[in-house]
């Protein structure tokens, strides 16, 4: 069953403009990530949150954990027409070093 | 770069052929995977290798069948594809599981 859930499903802002989209999974966690994919690129790393961490910052992006909502948050600031691409939230099962993904975010930022 | 190369970056054949994908990774990661990324449908999971061992098979057909010979190589090996196993196939690794997971840039495949 997939952990994770993005909402929205699609996004369209200006540019210039803020991006917010959310995370919800399912299951205890040590850490989630957020991902970013171009269309019919690889994955890339953006950002990796703690479970015992409530917010963290990488230039434009800031991510926020709830832990007991199970939910997470990924904003971009002032968005480019660069960053239009899908963007996935992940968590971990150490156990069996599965990454399971979300349903995505697919983000367009219009120029 | 992330440091995973997939190969090839596209593959047309036929459901009677029998191809296979590559991926390769030098970040002396010790966990390999394979994901399949259809149209409109989550990424899914279909095998993960840890320390050369298959630890996930995720009811994946016979159809498809992995290989890890090594920590730094993996493979895919296809045979008999249908063509709703058109998808884009992507190859990732990870140090421990838990941090930041690289990926190929993955092997856009068709099934004709």
């Known amino acids: 069953?997939?952990?994770?859930?993005?909402?929205?499903?699609?996004?369209?802002?200006?540019?210039?403009?803020?991006?917010?989209?959310?995370?919800?999974?399912?299951?205890?966690?040590?850490?989630?990530?957020?991902?970013?994919?171009?269309?019919?690129?690889?994955?890339?790393?953006?950002?990796?949150?703690?479970?015992?961490?409530?917010?963290?910052?990488?230039?434009?992006?800031?991510?926020?954990?709830?832990?007991?909502?199970?939910?997470?948050?990924l904003l971009i600031t002032a968005s480019r027409a660069a960053d239009t691409a899908s963007y996935f939230c992940a968590t971990v099962d150490s156990g069996t070093y599965k990454y399971i993904f979300g349903t995505g975010t697919r983000l367009k930022v219009l120029a | 770069e992330t440091g995973v190369t997939q190969t090839p970056r596209h593959l047309v054949m036929g459901m009677t052929n029998k191809k296979s994908l590559k991926c390769e990774q030098h970040l002396g990661h010790n966990a390999m995977y394979w994901y399949k990324q259809s149209a409109k449908k989550p990424l899914e999971l279909m095998f993960v290798y840890s320390l050369e061992e298959r630890v996930e098979n995720n009811s994946v057909p016979s159809r498809f069948s992995p290989e890890c010979p090594n920590s730094s190589h993996l493979f895919l090996h296809l045979h008999t594809l249908q063509p709703e196993d058109s998808a884009l196939y992507l190859c990732a690794s990870s140090r421990t599981g838990e941090a930041e997971a690289f990926f190929g840039q993955g092997t856009r495949l068709t099934v004709v």
């Open chain 1, 1 to 73: 069953s997939q952990q994770g859930e993005e909402d929205p499903q699609a996004l369209s802002i200006q540019e210039g403009e803020n991006a917010t989209m959310n995370c919800s999974y399912k299951t205890s966690i040590n850490n989630l990530q957020w991902y970013r994919q171009n269309s019919g690129r690889g994955l890339v790393h953006l950002i990796l949150i703690r479970s015992n961490e409530r917010e963290k910052h990488s230039g434009r992006l800031r991510v926020t954990l709830d832990t007991s909502k199970k939910s997470s948050s």
